[in-house]
Structures are given as structure tokens and as C-alpha cells.
């Protein structure tokens, strides 16, 4: 069964750090997510992606994060600087068609020291 | 309560024996999923209900979903102890977005 892939599984970075997570989504969806889940807290939308294009953003994705497709399989998301409160597990999901089931990816825990 | 709340908060069953996890909603909704999650990996999805729908089943998994009183509940059946973990329901937020909106989830165990 296709499943979505993210990598890597654990990332350590320095407070101020750039950090790139990336997400193979499964081969014939279109829509992408992101999702964060705070260690003990609820899993939180980030950000929805179509054709290119951010299709709707939560409070949370402020100008320090962005995400790209930048080829036919891959879906990254970028976060600028971060900051200790960013450490959390990012998910990526992928559905198709549109408002139809999410599949989730294992997840990249992110520890920002 | 907030958009998918789970209750009971924490449940914990012996092997064999069934599992009822209840979630609640606020707004109209298109659909909503179950997902489980064992302690600290991914989220695994185990059902999609729509909003047109009442029952659905899938091997030993059994969801309601009561629009008029904005519930969902998820039956686990002759449960096994690989049935620990957290499971979770996510609605989306009829009008158009895609996000899912999470509870805080049921954390099951299952004593064998």
C-alpha cells in the first residue's frame, strides 16, 4: 500500500538554525499538508498546498516557515529560524481528491536546542 | 468543548474485552476520520465516516456518527493488547476547508 515518507525521523538543531523537513507525499495525490504535534499536545494544522500554491495557512505558519514542491515528489517545509518552540513532531499528510481521507507520514521529530 | 473532543480521556480494558472511545463536535462537518497513534510515531488512519453516513465497519472497528448531536463514537471489539495506543478523531469544517481539527484523543490500554 503507498504510504507518505518524511525525512529525516529526528532532526537536533541550534536555536536560530534553518531547518528543511521533507515529505514524499503518495505518487497520484495533489493536496499536501503540514501538521505539528507539541509533545503532549494536540496534533495542529500548519498549512495546505495545491497546485503550487498555499491554499490556506493557520495562525501558526508565520513568515518564519515556508513550503515548496520543488520537483514531482518531493514537499518540503522550511523554517527560517528556529526557535525552542518549535520543537515538535511535523507531519505531512497527502489526500486525494480534495476533502477526502489524510494519509499521515511517520513524522519528523524536531528538537531545537 | 472544542472542535473533536474524545472522551473518555484515558481507558484502560482487559484483552477480549470491547472498547467505546466518544467524540464530539461543533461545527457542520463533510466528514470525519479516526486515526490511532501508538506513543510517540505516527498517525495511522483507520476510518473516514461522512457526514451522510451512520455506521461504518471495518474489521473489528465500528463508527457511528450522529450529526444531529454532533458525536461520533468508535467501537473497538474483542480488543488485543497491539490495540494500545491513542486514537484520535478529526474533522474537517464544512465551507470549503481542508484542515483536519484534532482532539486531544483517548489513550487506550489494553491489559493482556
Given at each position: ?5 518524511q525525512t529525516p525521523s529526528h532532526q ?10 521533507r ?85 519528523t ?5 | ?112
Amino acid at each position: 500500500e503507498p504510504e507518505v515518507t518524511q525525512t529525516p525521523s529526528h532532526q537536533v538543531t541550534q536555536m536560530g538554525q534553518e531547518v528543511i523537513l521533507r515529505c514524499v507525499p503518495i505518487s497520484n495525490h495533489l493536496y499536501f499538508y503540514w501538521y505539528r504535534q507539541i509533545l503532549g499536545q494536540k496534533v495542529e494544522f500548519l498549512v495546505s498546498f495545491y497546485n503550487n500554491e498555499i491554499s490556506e495557512k493557520s495562525e501558526i505558519f508565520d513568515d518564519q516557515f515556508s513550503v515548496e514542491r520543488p520537483d514531482g515528489s518531493n514537499f518540503t517545509l522550511k523554517i527560517r529560524s528556529t526557535k525552542l518552540e518549535d520543537s515538535a513532531m511535523y507531519f505531512c499528510a497527502s489526500s486525494e481528491p480534495r476533502l477526502d481521507t489524510q494519509y499521515f507520514g511517520p513524522g519528523t521529530r524536531l528538537t531545537v536546542l | 468543548s472544542q472542535q473533536g473532543e474524545e472522551d473518555p480521556q484515558a481507558l484502560s480494558i482487559q484483552e477480549g474485552e470491547n472498547a467505546t472511545m466518544n467524540c464530539s463536535y461543533k461545527t457542520s462537518i463533510n466528514n470525519l476520520q479516526w486515526y490511532r497513534q501508538n506513543s510517540g510515531r505516527g498517525l495511522v488512519h483507520l476510518i473516514l465516516i461522512r457526514s451522510n453516513e451512520r455506521e461504518k465497519h471495518s474489521g473489528r472497528l465500528r463508527v457511528t456518527l450522529d450529526t444531529s448531536k454532533k458525536s461520533s463514537s468508535l467501537l473497538i471489539t474483542a480488543s488485543r493488547a497491539a490495540d494500545t495506543a491513542s486514537y484520535f478523531c478529526a474533522t474537517d469544517v464544512q465551507g470549503g476547508s481542508e484542515k483536519l481539527v484534532f482532539g486531544k484523543g483517548t489513550k487506550l490500554t489494553v491489559n493482556p
